[in-house]
């Protein structure tokens, strides 16, 4: 089992940037892939990017060159640096996790507002 805890949403001005913790509650050494996923209102959840546990990354089209998803094993937390913020970027993000088992587990989400 493992639990996500996500923090460091908000509110934020288009143009600005937000960045994003998803806290593990045991190491992470043993995950192979974790993520972040996003789900605005009325859609369904989308992938945002993921991160191997060795550390190669994917992105969806719309946020490639803004975001940026990290690891740091040794603190147990997966981020989301998320720059040059749009409106459309608005919605609930979740963190993820899937073990080399193929467990997969969710975070509660974490509300991302991007408005003026």
């Known amino acids: 089992q493992v639990q996500l805890v996500e923090s460091g949403g908000g509110l934020v001005q288009p143009g600005g940037s937000l960045r994003l913790s998803c806290a593990a509650s045991?190491?992470?050494?043993?995950?192979?892939?974790m993520g972040w996923y996003r789900q605005a209102p009325g859609k369904e959840r989308e992938l945002v990017a993921t991160?191997?546990?060795?550390?190669?990354?994917n992105y969806a089209e719309s946020v490639k060159g803004r975001f940026t998803i990290s690891r740091d094993n040794s603190k147990k937390t997966e981020y989301l640096q998320m720059n040059s913020l749009k409106p459309e970027d608005t919605a609930v993000y979740y963190c993820m996790c899937r073990t080399w088992n193929q467990d997969v587990y969710w975070g509660q989400g974490t509300q991302v507002t991007v408005s003026s």
């Open positions: 991160i191997t546990s060795g550390g190669s990354t």
């Open positions: 045991r190491s992470i050494f043993s995950i192979n892939i």
